[in-house]
């Protein structure tokens, strides 16, 4: 899908999707009770949609009205494949999953997610007694288990995924699992799995995220969960409120675990203008100045920080582009492609570094490289063009924020 997003100003009030962070693992948990969980505020994009389908393939059995989703859990594969659809988190965190059985299980997925590694689960799976095959690092991935549980090292530089989908696992496995991780990264993505498993009466201890103590023969008991609102999929629109007008986002917990609340300190620091309550935000726009972030433990937030960048006067310098050479896009090489053609300059040149600076955003056109947050990130840009900027993919954004381009829509109207 095309779409040309015009210049102009934004003002109203949405409502934040579903986290789909939080949607996955809460799916995940209901998977492994036994019994009937309640997950409220579960509105779908294709990652969660995935998510439910491979439950359903565990053994899960889903209904819903609206968005309150019944699941009745309990692991008993009723398919050997599962599909992914272009998951990260699905694939490192339903691969652990799919282990607990006996049966050989196969993980595929489609699009991006078959350039994206995943090797650092391999010798894990293997060390805790699961057998892998996998297409030399990439999906497919077959396991075989049962895991059985024990003491294991897991690099955590390139994703922390991995840790949560043994995080969510290995409580099932019949013994227990100490787990050592070195050079963790996205750590508040591993806090929100620990919570989610307290809450559904899972213990995972850990000393200071290096080594995790995971009790084996554990029961994840069935509960109501309310899926929060999606602090990254209204990053995008937070800063539109900043540099196009303003902008009241309900279903945001400003004292959420999640990574991408982080938008709020990097749009204070560009000197908007913030309010929250319990349960929204409001941005207001004003002159906006460069400003530094570390962006390493929130990589999602990138695309939306460089189109905050782009409108800030000087250069902002943003740190942690390691994080985002396997995400949907080569996100670093990309945000540089999409802001250049916008007459915006990225500078990639020092490690680990980018370095943007404002500026007006020229008409052009430009490519998602089906990458949602590249597609979103363009739109917002869009809005202080010169005149208007045509956006190639956008429908990636289907994968975390189907409903955007109407949400975007209202508030120009
Ligand atoms: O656990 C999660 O829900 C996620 C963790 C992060 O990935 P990495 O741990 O690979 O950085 C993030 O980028 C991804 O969108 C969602
Ligand atoms: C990287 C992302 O998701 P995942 O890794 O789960 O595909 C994302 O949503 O930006």
């Given at each position: 899908m095309k779409t040309t997003i015009h210049k102009g100003r934004i003002a109203g009030s949405i409502t934040a999707p579903a986290s789909k962070s939080y949607a996955q693992r809460a799916v995940a948990a209901a998977l492994l009770a036994g019994g009937e969980?309640?997950?409220?505020?579960?509105?779908?994009?294709?990652?969660?949609?995935?998510a439910l389908d491979v439950a359903r393939r565990l053994g899960a059995s889903v209904s819903h009205e609206g968005t309150t989703y019944t699941i009745r859990g309990g692991l008993n594969p009723v398919s050997t494949k599962l599909n992914i659809g272009e998951s990260g988190l699905a694939t490192r965190l339903f691969t652990p999953i799919a282990s607990l059985c006996h049966m050989p299980i196969t993980i595929n997925g489609e699009g991006s997610i078959?350039?994206?590694?995943?090797?650092?689960?391999?010798e894990p799976l293997q060390a805790l007694g699961v057998e892998v095959i996998s297409n030399g690092g990439?999906?497919?991935?077959?396991?075989?288990?049962?895991?059985?549980?024990?003491?294991?090292?897991?690099?955590?530089?390139?994703?922390?995924?991995?840790?949560?989908?043994?995080?969510?696992?290995l409580p099932l496995s019949p013994n227990d699992t100490v787990l050592h991780v070195e050079n963790l990264k996205s750590?508040?993505?591993?806090?929100?799995?620990?919570?989610?498993?307290?809450?559904?009466?899972?213990?995972?201890?850990?000393n200071n995220y290096e080594q995790f103590y995971i009790a084996?023969?554990?029961?994840?008991?069935?509960?109501?969960?309310?899926?929060?609102?999606?602090?990254?999929?209204?990053?995008?629109?937070?800063?539109?409120?900043?540099?196009?007008?303003?902008?009241?986002?309900?279903?945001?917990?400003?004292?959420?675990?999640?990574?991408?609340l982080a938008i709020i300190e990097a749009l204070a620091r560009a000197g908007a203008e913030i309010i929250t309550t319990n349960s929204s935000v409001t941005v207001h726009g004003g002159p906006l100045h460069a400003f530094e972030f570390d962006a390493t433990d929130c990589p999602d937030l990138f695309p939306a920080l460089a189109a905050l960048a782009a409108s800030c006067e000087g250069t902002s310098v943003l740190t942690g582009t390691q994080r985002l050479?396997?995400?949907e896009?080569?996100?670093?090489?990309?945000?540089?492609?999409?802001?250049?053609?916008?007459?915006?300059?990225?500078?990639?040149?020092?490690?680990?570094?980018?370095?943007?600076?404002?500026?007006?955003?020229?008409?052009?056109v430009v490519d998602s490289h089906n990458d949602h947050r590249i597609a979103m990130a363009a739109a917002v840009a869009a809005l202080s063009s010169d005149d208007s900027v045509v956006i190639e993919g956008a429908d990636a954004a289907d994968k975390s924020y189907p409903n955007f381009w109407n949400d975007l829509d209202t508030l120009r109207s």
């Open positions: 969980t309640t997950l409220t505020h579960l509105d779908l994009c294709n990652d969660t949609r995935a078959l350039r994206r590694p995943i090797e650092m689960m391999e990439y999906l497919p991935i077959s396991v075989k288990g049962p895991m059985r549980g024990g003491e294991i090292h897991v690099d955590g530089s390139l994703s922390s995924q991995f840790i949560t989908g043994l995080l969510m696992a750590r508040p993505y591993v806090d929100m799995t620990i919570d989610l498993a307290a809450r559904f009466g899972v213990a995972i201890e850990h084996g023969g554990q029961h994840y008991t069935p509960c109501t969960y309310n899926i929060e609102g999606d602090w990254s999929g209204a990053s995008c629109l937070l800063v539109a409120g900043a540099t196009a007008g303003s902008i009241t986002i309900r279903n945001l917990n400003h004292i959420s675990l999640q990574a991408d050479t396997y995400k896009s080569n996100r670093a090489e990309t945000i540089a492609e999409v802001f250049g053609r916008l007459g915006i300059g990225v500078d990639l040149s020092e490690e680990n570094t980018m370095r943007i600076t404002g500026g007006p955003v020229s008409s052009a």
